[in-house]
């Protein structure tokens, strides 16, 4: 069985600060991890996804996760917050190998304070 | 590209009344996925399509709920007689190949409003 657990349902910040989403993760396989994002009204975009061939994994918008196993984590970080990066991130987790039976965590949601 | 549509964007419906939720795929993706977000709680998978084949069926919360997807293209999701616990945001995606390497593309969604 896999799971991901998101800390904080609600995460603020001012606008030019560090953006830290924090996801830990169950999984009894290697795992296949993923952040995606949910701007108001839209369908859910993929951030970054690991794929174990590196633990520090860049995605776009300048979003970043880093892989530690001896955590079980894979929190999401931005070195500066813009005002646009406001809305719900999720965490993700699949093992199947096979094919993506995709498992998210709860979501955080992200208020950016100008 | 078009990405993933679903249609419609909002259903509000009674209890014991029918919903059909419809999700059109990117061109060409075989595989065709499920989700549905009960408010609070986590976006959980309920299906999974290859072509017009299930390929997973495990999530799907009982026999009120049918997916359909004929002829490989676009996919229906038939919720009937809607429970008020059905209420929920419903998800698709679409994903290219079968791997794990392969990233889902999600559509927006539909809210489903059971009263």
């Known amino acids: 069985a896999q799971s991901v657990t998101q800390l904080g349902s609600h995460v603020s910040v001012s606008e030019g600060a560090l953006v830290l989403l924090r996801c830990n993760y169950s999984?009894?396989?290697?795992?296949?991890l993923f952040w995606y994002v949910q701007y108001p009204n839209q369908g859910l975009q993929l951030l970054l996804k690991y794929t174990s061939a590196a633990t520090l994994v860049k995605g776009i918008n300048g979003f970043e996760a880093e892989f530690k196993k001896s955590e079980t984590s894979f929190h999401l970080t931005k070195p500066s917050a813009h005002m646009s990066d406001a809305a719900e991130y999720f965490c993700?987790?699949?093992?199947?190998?096979?094919?993506?039976?995709?498992?998210f965590g709860t979501g955080t949601k992200l208020q950016v304070i100008p | 590209e078009a990405g993933v549509t679903q249609f419609p964007s909002h259903s509000v419906i009674e209890k014991g009344q029918t919903v059909t939720l419809r999700c059109d795929p990117i061109?060409?993706?075989?595989?065709l996925y499920w989700y549905r977000r009960v408010m609070g709680k986590e976006i959980k998978f309920l299906l999974h399509f290859v072509k017009e084949s299930k390929q997973d069926e495990s999530g799907m919360p009982n026999n009120r709920f049918l997916a359909e997807r004929t002829g490989g293209t676009y996919s229906t999701l038939k919720v009937q007689p809607a429970e008020l616990e059905d209420s929920g945001v419903y998800f698709c995606?679409?994903?290219?190949?079968?791997?794990?390497?392969?990233?889902?593309?999600f559509g927006p969604g539909t809210r489903l409003t059971v009263l």
């Open positions: 995606a679409s994903s290219q190949a079968r791997g794990w390497t392969d990233t889902q593309y």
């Open positions: 061109s060409g993706h075989d595989n």
């Open positions: 993700a987790v699949s093992n199947s190998g096979g094919y993506q039976k995709v498992t």
């Open positions: 999984s009894s396989v290697p795992p296949y």
